[in-house]
């Protein structure tokens, strides 16, 4: 499968901003995506974005590209105790074929 | 929002036996399902996709003869775990795309298989 790379933990303070960063491989990604997983629960899908954006921002969240690089970020604005989470990135291909999962960055958000 | 259910959600075996994980789309149609194998360490590896009424393609690494993947109609996708050993203990999850969907995937809560 194609390489995408998440750092597995990131602790932050209430009401701080959290940077939670990824890195692939795959030059022909087409879509690439933030989905979160809360315990005990299945993967939701947070946001995404397309491989021709340099920024996508919704509510809280921003979503930043650099194609170049190959690296996407997701920003958590004002970041809450409820936002504790495991945040996964992934990649998939124009025609949704595969979807590779990065391991996923554990959120921990302190009072 | 799109629910996907996957049973069971605990299954623990004797080695050598063959155990079979159920993944539903409840209500709607996913012309794609795919099965993730997710370890320790959070990482979700993909290892098979799968579309209705045709053969899953694995991934490189994925014995096929010992992940059965079925996936008989629009809305269920079998794994089958055959004569599982100790090292397939591990949590599996599904996931659907609807054939409407950009590409926005729905998961299941997972199954945790032990073997022992």
């Known amino acids: 499968g194609e390489d995408v790379e998440q750092s597995l933990f990131l602790s932050v303070r209430e009401g701080d901003s959290s940077v939670i960063n990824c890195t692939y491989t795959?030059?022909?990604?087409?879509?690439l995506y933030w989905y979160k997983q809360e315990p005990g629960a299945g993967l939701q899908l947070l946001t995404y974005i397309f491989s021709n954006m340099d920024m996508k921002q919704d509510q809280r969240l921003t979503v930043l590209l650099n194609k170049k690089d190959k690296h996407l970020s997701l920003r958590i604005a004002d970041t809450q105790t409820g936002d504790s989470a495991i945040y996964f990135c992934a990649e998939s291909p124009y025609n949704f074929n595969k979807f590779y999962f990065g391991s996923g960055t554990k959120l921990n958000v302190k009072p | 929002g799109a629910v996907v259910s996957q049973h069971p959600s605990w299954v623990i075996c004797k080695s050598g036996t063959s155990v079979k994980i159920e993944c539903r789309s409840l209500?709607?149609?996913?012309?794609?399902m795919f099965w993730y194998r997710q370890f320790p360490k959070q990482s979700l590896m993909l290892m098979a996709t799968?579309?209705?009424?045709?053969?899953?393609?694995?991934e490189q690494g994925v014995e096929k003869d010992k992940f059965l993947i079925n996936h008989a109609s629009l809305t269920l996708s079998t794994l089958t775990v055959t004569s599982a050993h100790p090292e397939d203990s591990s949590f599996y999850i599904c996931s659907a795309r609807p054939g409407t969907s950009f590409g926005e995937l729905f998961f299941g809560e997972g199954s945790r298989l032990t073997v022992l």
């Open positions: 209500d709607f149609q996913a012309t794609t």
């Open positions: 795959d030059s022909s990604s087409t879509y």
């Open positions: 799968s579309n209705e009424g045709s053969k899953a393609t694995y």
